[in-house]
Nanobody
């Protein structure tokens, strides 16, 4: 069982930056692939970025070059650095964990990110 808690969301102007953090409560964090997903109002939850247990990252096309996912196994945490934010990045951002990046099994409650134009 993995419990996840996101933090770092907020209101930012277009072009600004935010850093999301996700702390995991689990015995062995390093075995999990981690990810960030987002859900805008009226839309489905979509992949933003994933990072495997060996540190390989994958990004959704619209955030490539702007967002960076990273992990700190010692702190049992995963991060999402978001730069050059756009109004279309506005969404609730969810942290996820799974034994593979393709099969996320655990989810946090989400943190709101709002980008004003």
């Amino acid at each position: 069982q993995v419990q996840l808690e996101e933090s770092g969301g907020g209101l930012v102007q277009a072009g600004g930056s935010l850093r999301l953090s996700c702390a995991a409560s689990t015995t062995i964090f390093s075995i999990y692939a981690m990810g960030w997903y987002r859900q805008a109002p009226g839309k489905q939850r979509d992949l933003v970025a994933t990072i495997t247990r060996d540190g390989s990252a994958n990004y959704e096309d619209s955030v490539k070059g702007r967002f960076t996912i990273s992990r700190d196994n010692a702190k049992k945490s995963v991060y999402l650095q978001m730069n050059s934010l756009k109004p279309e990045d506005t969404a609730v951002y969810y942290c996820s964990a799974g034994l593979t990046a393709a099969r996320m099994a655990y989810w946090g409650k989400g943190t709101q990110v709002t980008v004003s134009s």
